[in-house]
């Protein structure tokens, strides 16, 4: 997880730096030893960064955006949506969507310039977030993306600027077009020429989630911040006596999860020790990451959820799959890795695949949805998108993207609607357009993201 600061709690019990939290009110924290947990909103508690609440003025909501990226296209065939609210139709890869569709933005037409023309894979991923042209050969070279603008944005008001998180370890080399295969391998990018370290094991980014380090690190979260629970729950109302009370189980059924991949993350070290090779060079799960990619993508929405309940962080990518992805699904009948499957892209096993990973979509927006947060959710504050590298594997076509948002950004964007630009003209359809107006909304100034110079029309 890219941590661009890091509190210095150690197993002495030393507080975090007070450079990081310098702009966060200190009622916000759960403390012990060699740890850090963050709450969510508690009204009885002035929180996101106020430390006195005046009379009658509401406290606005933190914004959030988080970006979950496919490789290697969709099912085009079952890839549709129709109506509105909660009459919106939808098709047969989306259904997963259902319960929580009057709360989702289906868009179609959207295309990214810099990646069309320019081969196949790498040069049509490495800038989904950015928009940027890349460079071929040695030396890399794009440009920073969106989720990176908003973490510089944030930085002196969230401990953890964004979280960069991913389901599959980064490959390098090169491809047949000459584009480096990092380009594949990650889609946060802090500046043009460096992609942010992305954290593929689920134990270290919840570790790093709650500050957790130093010996003790075995030990549950919970029983070391149960004094500090207590005492707050003693100051705070019955309704969010209740709240925090769900939000620690929550931490602890995760915290759960969390331990046995912990013991296997171990094991990979001492067994990569014993062979004399680094772990990412060994194949799954020998590596120590899940071996059934179900339970690794859960616990990283799982992360997300609770960065973004917290107000840890409000921002994230979650790499749910590379382009040119090696993962195998035989839970879905799939007999073929995603780069493979995707070559058959209208086949019955394809859409299995695209409507697995709608439910990624659909699972982290529907657990956001059930956290309050003053008269809203956790959702209604944040802006989730799902986007893949291409509309068509079996034609590596990109001339227009799949993508679904999730979540109202506070009230500044119209949930329940089916967006289509693909009839609007090459420059009334770029992604980087929707990019900019998603910054705006955010509260950054910018008056050009990417190849967009406007925000995207009827957005």
């Not at 491809?175 to 802090?190: G, K, R, V």
Request: one cysteine or more; a neutral charge.
């Amino acid at each position: 997880m890219s941590l661009a600061k890091q509190s210095t709690t150690d197993d002495s019990g030393s507080q975090p730096n007070q450079r990081s939290i310098a702009n966060v009110s200190r009622r916000r924290f759960l403390r012990g030893v060699g740890v850090t947990m963050t709450l969510p909103w508690l009204e009885s508690v002035p929180v996101w960064g106020r430390e006195t609440v005046v009379a009658n003025e509401p406290t606005p909501c933190p914004k959030r955006f988080a970006a979950l990226f496919m490789g290697c296209g969709i099912n085009a065939d079952h890839w549709w949506a129709k109506g509105s609210g909660t009459e919106m139709e939808l098709g047969k890869s989306l259904q997963p969507m259902g319960p929580i569709k009057h709360k989702m933005n289906f868009i179609t037409g959207l295309f990214n310039k810099s990646a069309t023309g320019v081969g196949i894979h790498p040069g049509q991923t490495g800038n989904i977030l950015s928009g940027a042209s890349l460079q071929k050969g040695a030396e890399l070279k794009g440009g920073i993306s969106v989720d990176q603008v908003l973490a510089n944005h944030f930085q002196n008001e969230t401990l953890q600027p964004s979280m960069v998180l991913g389901c599959e370890q980064p490959v390098t080399g090169y491809h047949e077009t000459n584009f480096s295969l990092a380009y594949s391998s990650h889609i946060s990018w802090q500046n043009a020429t460096s992609p942010v370290p992305m954290e593929a094991y689920p134990s270290l980014a919840f570790d790093s989630l709650f500050d957790n380090r130093g010996n003790k690190r075995n030990q549950s979260i919970l029983d070391r911040v149960r004094d500090d629970a207590s005492q707050l729950s003693r100051h705070i109302s019955a309704s969010d006596r209740i709240k925090l009370d769900e939000y620690l189980a929550s931490v602890r059924e995760v915290e759960k999860r969390i331990e046995a991949q912990r013991a296997h993350k171990d094991k990979a070290t001492e067994r990569a020790k014993d062979h004399g090779k680094p772990v990412f060079a060994m194949k799954r799960p020998d590596d120590g990451l899940p071996e059934d990619i179900r339970d690794h993508m859960r616990l990283m929405c799982d992360i997300v959820a609770i960065g973004f309940q917290s107000d840890k962080s409000r921002v994230a990518s979650l790499l749910l799959c590379r382009d040119l992805s090696g993962l195998f699904y035989p839970f879905l009948d799939v007999r073929t890795a995603h780069h493979g499957a995707s070559h058959d892209d209208r086949s019955d096993a394809y859409e299995r695949v695209s409507r697995f990973y709608c439910s990624q979509l659909a699972y982290l927006a529907t657990r956001l949805d059930s956290m309050p947060e003053g008269d809203s959710t956790v959702l209604d504050n944040s802006c989730l998108m799902f986007v893949s590298s291409m509309w068509s594997g079996s034609r590596h076509d990109s001339s227009k993207l799949p993508v679904v948002l999730a979540g109202g950004l506070g009230g500044t964007l119209k949930t329940g609607r089916v967006l289509d630009y693909t009839d609007k003209g090459n420059e009334n359809r770029k992604l980087c357009s929707m990019y900019l107006s998603i910054l705006h909304r955010m509260g950054v100034d910018r008056k050009v993201f990417g190849d967009a110079d406007q925000e995207l029309q009827d957005f």
